[in-house]
């Protein structure tokens, strides 16, 4: 399907652009979205008609969301999840999840801003973007994490499974360590009892 594009559209286009997309694309977002028009004569006409009001409209609201970004960009949020002991959440994070988090430290977003492609399902520091306008977007910060602390070794860049994993080796290897001190040891033990009884089997040669 043809439409005609009322505001810029990642991958698409910009206001005004003709272009052609999958029909159910068109149905189900841009037209009900008032994002686009269908590209027929009449709406042509009513698009050049009423284009300098569009672009004026959405050059306001562009204004807008790059003062309102001034207080989202670069947003750190702390989320405290269950998680496994491999980082898996008990769950997931979602975008709603997120403006909730947001709203929390004083920066309004809506739900259709929070650009997730799919849900957080582990642990850790991950980056957002955050799309306030078709022109304008950011970057927030979500930080998952077991525990207000664990939270705060990540914000310090931290890779807290690793460590975790680093420690739960620590204690195996101090059992193989006996080990394998005594197996480094046994030849050592063997060459020396060999050089201590070649002086007296000498000994007995000469005799």
Do not use: W
């Not at 001034?70 to 989320?79: I, M, P, S």
């Amino acid at each position: 399907m043809e439409v005609i594009l009322l505001e810029r559209v990642e991958k698409l286009g910009g206001i005004g652009d003709v272009v052609n997309v999958k029909n159910g694309f068109a149905r189900n977002y841009l037209l009900p979205n008032k994002k686009a028009l269908r590209a027929n004569e009449s709406n042509r006409k009513v698009f050049e008609a009423n284009r300098a009001k569009i672009e004026a409209d959405n050059a306001e609201r562009r204004t807008e969301a790059e003062k309102a970004a001034t207080g989202v960009d670069g947003k750190t949020v702390k989320l405290i999840r269950q998680a496994s002991n491999t980082g898996q959440l008990y769950g997931s994070v979602s975008a709603r999840d997120i403006v909730e988090a947001l709203e929390g430290e004083g920066a309004k977003v809506t739900k259709s801003q929070v650009v997730l492609d799919r849900p957080i399902k582990n642990i850790g520091v991950h980056e957002v973007k955050v799309a306030l306008h078709p022109e304008v977007a950011v970057t927030v910060k979500v930080n998952v994490a077991r525990s207000p602390e664990e939270a705060d070794l990540q914000a310090q860049g931290v890779d807290v499974l690793a460590q975790m994993f680093e420690e739960e080796a620590a204690p195996a290897a101090e059992e193989l360590a006996p080990e394998a001190a005594e197996e480094a040891a046994a030849p050592a033990e063997a060459e020396a009892e060999a050089e201590a009884s070649e002086p007296a089997e000498a000994a007995e040669d000469e005799q």
